[in-house]
């Protein structure tokens, strides 16, 4: 009874309380690593888009309301030259979220009996209807992924993203095995396994394997979250990892990389090289941007000033350095505009390149600092909301980006300001990313760290009287 209580008292922060705050740290036996990532795949698949919708469903909704929501009515359809329709019109084609655009006869969806159905909030400028088909029942899939996935497979991958592929899987398999590759030199007893925490098999999957192989204790880290939330970290992807293991072998958080110093290093590393470029007296405004939520308790907002406050202080630095007009931020890229944040109490994305195009500055950069890898958020749709800033962004531009070992580097122009999108940590910035994966974990197989920033000098060519500060 008392832990139920507590459970309750608690909420969604049981799991950092319970699981992570106070847990021993301590290795049993032989040590098995799983490293996890969300898991956005390079080509569209409807799954990882239901399983995230559906978790996003089942965190923040009681069931009761949970149950409308994901109702499965029949088969969702989008007009991908209209998918953020909030009144009905009539479509000239329909897609559906397996990207086809024919019902299960061959027969156009345009063609058959279909549907209007307005959003749930006409309010909320990002919700958008959606069409429904009946005919054949219901199609196994609630009506609300459906439409989700549909805006996704026929705008984004059908007329957005050219290479119909998107960089974030690719580009964090590059940090896993660069960093397994470095710990087994020093660790080669310990296990490793890549895993995406938002698909329950992945990560059972690792956890059997792992067991299979004689792990006496389990680390989890995940090493896409730069700041350990409590929708995708405590109050999820944690005590997944607990239900898996089932008590047949100790488990072990790592901490988020954000804590990391080297993870901080990546933003500075680019926001060097984003002003070398530029005039010495040039007024430049920076935006660190970060992902945004939405719920009133959230141990992210705790965690958070532990990676922010020493890059904005490092930073600052930086630009103290320059001759011209220098100034920074924090931006939420959702969840600050003025539906989810009425008060104003967070500064949204879009409105700090306001305020940078409204003061005059020459250049606005923006780093987008809890993401390691492009995915569809980025590149699309954080993009239409904060973009519309500059006249000559149009969301109907094809995003292309072919060569994943650079930054996606965006450049926009509104009066005398130039906006600069520095993209991510990739490519000549991976290093740092790795060396905070590495720096985490070594922390936990090994309590003796003197090794770590000595052979991470060999390994990326560092020396130890280099700082990127």
């Not at 098995?32 to 469903?57: D, S, T, W």
């Not at 939405?294 to 890059?311: G, I, Q, S, V, W």
Request: glycine content about 6%; charged content about 25%; hydrophobic content about 35%.
């Amino acid at each position: 009874m008392i832990e139920l209580i507590r459970r309750w008292r608690l909420g969604k922060q049981y799991g950092y309380e319970t699981l992570f705050k106070n847990q021993d740290t301590r290795i049993k036996g032989k040590p098995g690593v799983i490293l996890a990532e969300m898991g956005m795949p390079e080509r569209y698949e409807f799954e990882f888009y239901k399983n995230y919708m559906l978790h996003v469903f089942n965190y923040s909704l009681p069931s009761f309301i949970r149950k409308i929501v994901l109702a499965d009515k029949g088969i969702a359809l989008v007009n991908p030259k209209n998918p953020l329709a909030q009144e009905a019109f009539r479509p000239d084609q329909l897609v559906d979220c397996k990207g086809s655009h024919t019902n299960h006869e061959g027969v156009p969806y345009v063609e058959c009996d279909v549907a209007w159905r307005p959003p749930r909030s006409t309010k909320n400028p990002w919700d958008h209807g959606h069409f429904i088909y009946q005919a054949e029942g219901k199609s196994g899939a609630p009506d609300v992924c459906e439409k989700t996935g549909a805006k996704v497979a026929g705008w984004y991958y059908g007329m957005l993203i050219p290479e119909k592929k998107v960089a974030w899987r690719h580009q964090l398999c590059m940090v896993y095995h660069e960093s397994v590759a470095e710990l087994k030199k020093n660790f080669p007893h310990a296990e490793f396994c890549l895993a995406h925490y938002m698909d329950t098999s992945s990560m059972r999957k690792s956890v059997e394997r792992l067991l299979a192989l004689g792990c006496g204790t389990i680390i989890y880290q995940c090493f896409s979250n730069p700041v350990y939330s409590d929708f995708e970290d405590y109050a999820y992807s944690l005590p997944l990892i607990h239900h898996l293991v089932n008590s047949r072998a100790k488990v072990v958080c790592a901490d988020q990389l954000g804590s990391q110093s080297a993870m901080r290093k990546a933003y500075l590393h680019m926001v060097k090289d984003q002003l070398a470029v530029l005039p010495e007296d040039a007024s430049i405004f920076i935006i660190l941007s970060a992902h945004g939520h939405p719920f009133k308790r959230e141990t992210y907002d705790m965690r958070a000033p532990e990676y922010r406050d020493p890059l904005t202080e490092s930073v600052r630095r930086i630009l103290n350095a320059r001759a011209g007009r220098c100034d920074l931020t924090w931006s939420y890229d959702e969840f600050a505009d003025p539906y989810w944040d009425p008060k104003n109490r967070r500064t949204e994305t879009l409105e700090a390149y306001r305020y940078a195009i409204k003061n005059g500055y020459d250049y606005v950069i923006e780093f987008p600092t809890e993401s390691p890898a492009e995915s569809t958020d980025l590149m699309i749709f954080h993009a239409m909301k904060k973009f519309i800033a500059f006249s000559d962004y149009d969301r109907d531009d094809p995003v292309q980006y072919t060569d994943w070992e650079q930054p996606l580097v965006r450049t926009y122009h509104e009066g005398k300001t130039t906006g600069i999108y520095a993209g991510c940590p990739v490519g000549p910035y991976r290093r740092h990313v790795v060396a905070a994966v590495v720096n985490s974990i070594a922390g936990l197989l090994d309590r003796d760290q003197s090794w770590i920033s000595s052979e991470l000098s060999i390994v990326f060519g560092v020396s130890s009287t280099t700082q990127i500060e």
